[in-house]
Nanobody, 115 residues
Framework: QVQLVESGGGLVQAGGSLRLSCAASRNIFAFNAMGWCRQAPGKQRELVAAITLGGSINYADSVKGRFTISRDIAKRTVYLQMNSLKPEDTAVYYC?????????WGQGTQVTVSS
């Protein structure tokens, strides 16, 4: 079993920044990919950013140029640096890890951006 523990959410004004962290209970090289998804009220969960085992990175068009995903292998942690936040970024953000056979999710962390 894999545990993913997110932290770093909160309330921020538009234009502000937050950094989310996702600490894994297993060496992150065990995962084909790790990433962040978000779900706003009344909307479907959507991919925000992902990083593969080989280091390839993908972003949703809506966050390109504003969000940066990174990882610290020694700390078994993946980060999401979020800059120039907008009210439409308000959502619960979930960390995800995919082994190719199993899909793991964190408990979610709330990000609220006020206008």
């Amino acid at each position: 079993q894999v545990q993913l523990v997110e932290s770093g959410g909160g309330l921020v004004q538009a234009g502000g920044s937050l950094r989310l962290s996702c600490a894994a209970s297993r060496n992150i090289f065990a995962f084909n990919a790790m990433g962040w998804c978000r779900q706003a009220p009344g909307k479907q969960r959507e991919l925000v950013a992902a990083i593969t085992l080989g280091g390839s990175i993908n972003y949703a068009d809506s966050v390109k140029g504003r969000f940066t995903i990174s990882r610290d292998i020694a700390k078994r942690t993946v980060y999401l640096q979020m800059n120039s936040l907008k009210p439409e970024d308000t959502a619960v953000y979930y960390c995800n890890a995919d082994t190719g056979y199993d899909d793991y999710w964190g408990q979610g962390t709330q990000v609220t951006v006020s206008s």
